[in-house]
């Protein structure tokens, strides 16, 4: 049921009826005292009655009456309590003074006894209870009964005829009232029916957006299985009573996933193989009795299909022009988000083969950065060693000297080939810490190439991460590969020190060097592999070189460092 006003609205209307009320209590007042007056007048007439007192009542009865109204129109506009004492305060004192008027008038022939009845309708109006209009009736006619009654038959008749006059206003008055009250009863039955109708309207709101939430909630899940589980199951619960299905398509468009919620299993499968077996996805389908509204959901890897009960009109039209929008509108958000999921789930996928490409990347470059140069050094020495095996016996010492270098190098490059493999870690201190790993790479690079290389290692470098300090290792060795190999270094220096903006590694070569921006031995692999491993942490490699005059390679590796320690750790020199 639609409400046709809001409840605010409502109460006006009523306190509107309510001073109706009033208003036409105070209107009989008036007709009631002009007629009791002309009445009173006429019988002064007839008895020739024309002293102070008699017109005094007149005079009396008239301005409390004005009075009166005016007072009571204005304690209608105060708050309900103030009102209520307000008006009962008024009416005590004009029944005290109608009283008095009563009995100086006639009492029982007094022609202003009924104005009194007048008053006590007031009385209905200010909620003044039943016990003050039963002591307002008492007093009334106490009055007229004390009162001295001239016995007058014309003015008995008179006064009868204005009582008649005055119950048939007082009759419509209270009419006007019993009209007035149903039609608030029914206004409240609307009002209830209305407030019924908006909690209904808010228990399913709040029930919508928890369905709403949990929908949201579903895009930060990775398991794709349970996505569509759950996906399926809350379509089901929300939107589609008579169950839900979702198909998920591979890339090769051959069915991955059928979730199948809220239906029988044999049902859905129906569906399912109907949907199937069409070229064209169609827009319905009615399988037992239930027609199923097909929306394809394309996406880069496959797409899929979702399967959900059609809107039933009759159940729409019952629910209003407003809910039914709603409806409409709660079923279009259902389908964006199965669309937004299933490209979710692709980007996903395709996020974890890219990421699986990436791996292989990154085991192919750490192969080539460490066990590509020591095996080339290895088959290096190993060759070397066969020249002396076939030379002079006195040779013999020194090839067991190198045999013995050839095994550690070997050792070396089977751990540098597990942490490929596996990941490299380092320990907080000690030989397999950064700076203990970098001293030991360094040592075999010297025995291997002949060449110096002088280190100085930062002490806070061992607060960084396992990432930084791969990062790190990774440039530094391929750097001194580089100088070694390529550039026909005798003195390489490398150096790890913290600056204000993070940390900072320097390798220095005497090599041959190489004219910028057009780097003999920089444009390979080896370089690429170290521009693109100091990139994954915002790091950056500047080079500066000379023909002649050797290279530095300057890797500058952003790092967020409360204090840094300035020790250094010295290296062979």
């Avoid at 490409?357 to 950065?369: G, M, T």
């Avoid at 095996?389 to 006195?394: C, L, M």
């Avoid at 320097?506 to 003999?520: H, I, K, L, M, Q």
């Amino acid at each position: 049921m639609e409400a046709e006003g809001k409840p605010g609205d409502l109460y006006g209307d009523m306190t509107e009826k309510r001073d109706e009320y009033l208003e036409l209590c105070i209107r009989l007042r008036l007709a009631s005292l002009l007629l009791s007056t002309a009445v009173y007048l006429r019988g002064m007439q007839t008895r020739g009655i024309n002293n102070p007192s008699a017109w005094g009542i007149v005079i009396g009865m008239l301005l409390s009456c004005l009075m009166g109204n005016a007072l009571y129109l204005r304690a209608e506009t105060l708050k309900e309590e103030r009102s209520r004492r307000a008006i009962g305060a008024i009416l005590g004192l004009e029944l005290a003074a109608y009283g008095i008027f009563i009995y100086m008038s006639g009492g029982l022939s007094s022609s202003y006894l009924w104005y009194g009845f007048c008053c006590i309708l007031i009385s209905l109006s200010g909620n003044l209870g039943s016990r003050i209009s039963l002591v307002a009736v008492l007093w009334c006619f106490g009055c007229a009964l004390a009162g001295k009654s001239d016995g007058n038959p014309v003015r008995l008749e008179s006064n009868i005829l204005v009582g008649v006059l005055v119950m048939f206003g007082a009759f419509y008055v209270l009419r006007s009232s019993e009209n007035s009250v149903r039609a608030r009863r029914e206004e409240l039955k609307a009002l209830n029916l209305c407030l019924v109708e908006e909690n209904r309207r808010t228990e399913r709101a709040l029930a919508r957006v928890a369905d709403m939430y949990e929908g949201f909630s579903l895009m930060a899940m990775n398991d794709a299985e349970r996505v569509l589980s759950e996906l399926a199951t809350l379509v089901a619960g929300s939107v589609s009573p008579h169950g839900a299905v979702l198909l998920r398509w591979s890339e090769e468009q051959t069915i991955q996933e059928v979730i199948i919620r809220g239906m029988p299993q044999k049902q859905g499968e129906e569906l399912v193989s109907r949907v199937v077996s069409q070229e064209v996805c169609p827009a319905t389908l009615r399988v037992s009795g239930q027609t199923y509204e097909v929306f394809s959901l394309e996406s880069s890897g496959g797409g899929g299909i979702l399967m959900m009960e059609v809107a039933n009109p009759d159940d729409l039209e019952a629910e209003g022009p407003i809910m039914a929008e709603l409806t409409r509108r709660e079923r279009e958000f259902y389908v964006r988000l199965c669309g937004i999921i299933f490209r979710g789930l692709d980007m996903q996928s395709q996020m974890e083969a890219y990421i699986s490409a990436e791996e292989k990347n990154r085991i192919a470059d750490e192969i080539h950065d460490t066990v590509i140069q020591k095996l080339f050094g290895l088959n290096c020495g190993l060759k070397e060693l066969e020249l002396f095996v076939k030379g002079d016996e006195a040779k013999r010492q020194d090839a067991l000297a190198r045999i013995l270098t050839l095994e550690t190098t070997a050792a070396l490059t089977m751990r540098e080939l597990r942490e490929t493999v596996y990941g490299r870690n380092f320990a907080e201190s000690g030989e397999q810490s950064f700076t203990g790993r970098l001293n030991s790479y360094m040592a075999e690079a010297e025995r291997q190439y002949e060449v110096e290389i002088p280190i100085e290692v930062d002490a806070g470098a061992e607060t960084l991460s396992a990432a930084q300090k791969t990062v790190l290792y990774r440039v530094a060795c391929e750097a001194v590969n580089n100088a070694a190999r390529h550039g026909g270094a005798t003195e390489i220096s490398v150096e790890v020190h913290a600056e204000d903006d993070g940390y900072v590694l320097t390798v220095r070569d005497n090599g041959s060097g190489f004219r910028e921006g057009r780097p003999a031995r920089t444009g390979g692999k080896g370089i690429r592999s170290m521009k693109k491993v100091a990139a994954l942490l915002g790091g950056m490699i500047a080079l500066k070189s000379a023909p002649g005059e050797g290279t530095e390679i300057r890797l500058t590796l952003p790092v967020s460092m409360g204090k840094r320690g300035r020790a250094y750790v010295s290296g062979r020199g």
